[in-house]
């Protein structure tokens, strides 16, 4: 038996720009129904999501068969957590609010098997290798695992070339929205110090060789950013359309006066 091809990381490592958006229902059903639409990859947000492990699993399984790769977005950068939901089978981890590369290198520990990590060694009964029916697990697990941290603090984007640097970190992703709050400008995505900052980042990713990702934000679309040389970018949220759609069927039927949240 074979282990499941991690297909955002297949198209990322040859180039394409891959789209996505976020989940934080925590519902099987709505992952259902987003993978059929064939997106890239959606982040199963479970630093601002209500989700638990148990949800994520029966998130992947009701994607199975479909080309859309779940990534899991945890928490924090906990490793016991992290050792956990590898061996459910996550094969794509979103670290939040990392700020330095020995913290990046702790994630990279603890999603890979020895030499490339410390991972763990559970492979004969874990969920990740089929219950232990992939036999040669152990040997092939990093080919199909993608690491991306996050850099949403000033500490980070100092650290920026630091952190992609980190043998076994495959993306960098940058979050404009926490950025923006870790210099007292919360929300302010568009002004000249967090474009600066982010610029700052940017360069130091590209210089790596890696792959960086993000969200669009003020005065910068999904499509300007695909543009602008990011390869994986992240929009949308399901509670969000949910949300949106919902006010306007109220609005419809005069029920609503408040009008759409922006």
């Known amino acids: 038996m074979k282990i499941q091809e991690n297909l955002l990381k297949t198209k990322l490592r040859t180039g394409q720009k891959c789209f996505g958006m976020w989940l934080h229902s925590a519902s099987p059903t709505i992952a259902e129904i987003v993978a059929q639409a064939e997106l890239d990859f959606v982040i199963i947000d479970q630093e601002h999501g209500v989700g638990d492990l148990d949800n994520a699993v029966s998130m992947m399984r ?145 210089a790596s060789g890696k792959p960086a990702a993000t969200v669009p934000r003020h005065g910068r679309t999904w499509q300007a950013l695909f543009d602008d040389g990011y390869q994986m970018v992240a929009t949308g949220s399901d509670l969000a359309y949910v949300r949106d759609a919902a006010l306007r069927q109220a609005d419809e039927y005069g029920l609503w006066s408040g009008g759409i949240s922006k």
């Open 62 to 206: 009701a994607m199975l068969g479909t080309g859309t790769t779940p990534v899991l977005r945890v928490p924090a950068s906990d490793p016991v957590y992290l050792k956990r939901v590898v061996d459910a089978g996550v094969q794509a981890v979103l670290v939040p609010m990392v700020n330095t590369a020995e913290e990046v290198k702790s994630v990279v520990d603890a999603c890979l098997y020895p030499p490339h990590g410390r991972r763990g060694n559970a492979a004969g009964v874990v969920r990740a290798s089929r219950y232990g029916m992939v036999h040669n697990y152990l040997d092939i697990a990093h080919e199909q695992m993608l690491i991306i941290p996050q850099i949403e603090t000033a500490e980070a984007v100092h650290n920026a070339a630091d952190i992609a640097a980190v043998a076994g970190v495959d993306v960098i992703f940058i979050g404009p929205s926490d950025l923006s709050g870790s210099i007292g400008l919360p929300g302010q995505t568009g002004a000249r110090q967090v474009e600066d900052l982010i610029a700052k980042s940017y360069e130091a990713i590209r």
